[in-house]
């Protein structure tokens, strides 16, 4: 096996979605300014997975362990047979593209790689049940990311197999618009009462929601994508001591600026919270709720309006910065490189590390441009799952990110991905061929057996 060894400590494991060969600038999100703002660009689906690879080679390399997770089917025939589609793949191709684009761009979205929208976890030092519980995000808000679930669990279930160990629950039940709307770990964040983050040291849940039928306010421009009840909910399904759970609505003008995930305004890892002050509706009492959950042990850097405006925190991306504990026990911050580039962004990152009241020791810049159009940073890229040492052990081990893993990856990157894809390459059957034969070879570099409609069709 080429697999590193098993590390010895208790770890947090950092799962980066693999970008997509169909990656696409298609303006699908409402809300999302970065999405709307780019529609129609041209995309480079190949930049932008060896963009996201030299993200995990980053992290690997401080000492942290990195995982992966493959991209979905796209375009995903399933849905267009299930809209009503006949006939082989290319007729059905290119009939949607005469008829409903739209359709076409949302069945052939990339978005699986935000895979902090893949699931919220909870990990077994928490739950009543001490396993690891995975809870399915059920995207229902945007089309095209409703589509996620069922692949995601299956590779979730591909790579936590034990299931005395793991749990992988399916995605919450969502039937009209009020109801649970879940976008998984971009609206959780779990704290301990030191830096140490990993699975063995109990932790704090923090949920944050846009909506709840009794909020004080709601959006006017945006949608609110989280709802409270789909946040208990999941907390339910880990059995999570209430004592330890904390639930809190996001600022409604944050949403109306574009922070459409919690993880767009703040972030928490360990011990600290680094946010803006306009993340949260109450401010006060979020802030009292989560130290008073944490015995007190809570450090929080908080930027006013005044320091970095809501539109620079957007648009620089700099709350949607990977926050990770390094072995020795101080923190990084994997920042987008916009952040660099903006003088009051980089002055703010300057000033939180020079301040030693809270453990943040240093920050890498990384160039993820391509899925930044798109809205997508460093924290949107990746899925944390902290674990103990024994449960690090029963993870499949051909999913974690090693050198040699890595040369693997690009090689087949370099192999199968376009270096620049347009609207209308979406209807073009040499792109979904180009796909499924990708896809199917990675299945087999990360050993995860047959997890796409395409790998199962008996036809
Ligand atoms: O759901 N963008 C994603 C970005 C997700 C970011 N995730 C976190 N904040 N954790 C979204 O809005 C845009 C696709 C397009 O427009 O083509 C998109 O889906």
Known sequence: MDERKVPSANLEMNFDGLVGPTHSYAGLSYGNVASARNQGAKSSPRRAALQGLAKMEAVAALGLVQG???PHERPHIPTLRAAGYTGNDAEMLTKVAKDDPVLLARVSSASAMWTANAATVLPSVDTRDRRTHFVTANLRAMFHRAIEPPITAGILRAIFRDQTRFEVHHALPSHTADDFGDEGAANHTRFTSTSANDGSFEGV???VYGTATNARRAPSKFPARQTRSASERVASLGGLDEARTVFAQQNADAIDAGVFHNDVIAVGNGN???????AFEDRAGTLDALRRATGGALVVAELTHEEVSLEDAVKSYLFNSQLLTLPDGSMALIAPCECE???RVK???????ADRANPLARAIFMDVRESMRNGGGPACLRLRVPLTAHDIARVNP???VTPQKLVELRAWVTRHYREELAAADLADP?????SCDALDELTRILDLGSIYDFQRATT
């Open 398 to 400: 051909h999913t974690m």
């Open 341 to 343: 580039e903006n003088p």
């Open 430 to 434: 040499a792109l979904l061929r180009e």
């Open 347 to 353: 002055a703010a990152i300057d000033r939180v590390i």
């Open 205 to 207: 849940h923090f949920f």
């Open 68 to 70: 992966v997770l493959p």
């Open 272 to 278: 600290m919270l680094f946010c803006h002050e306009l």
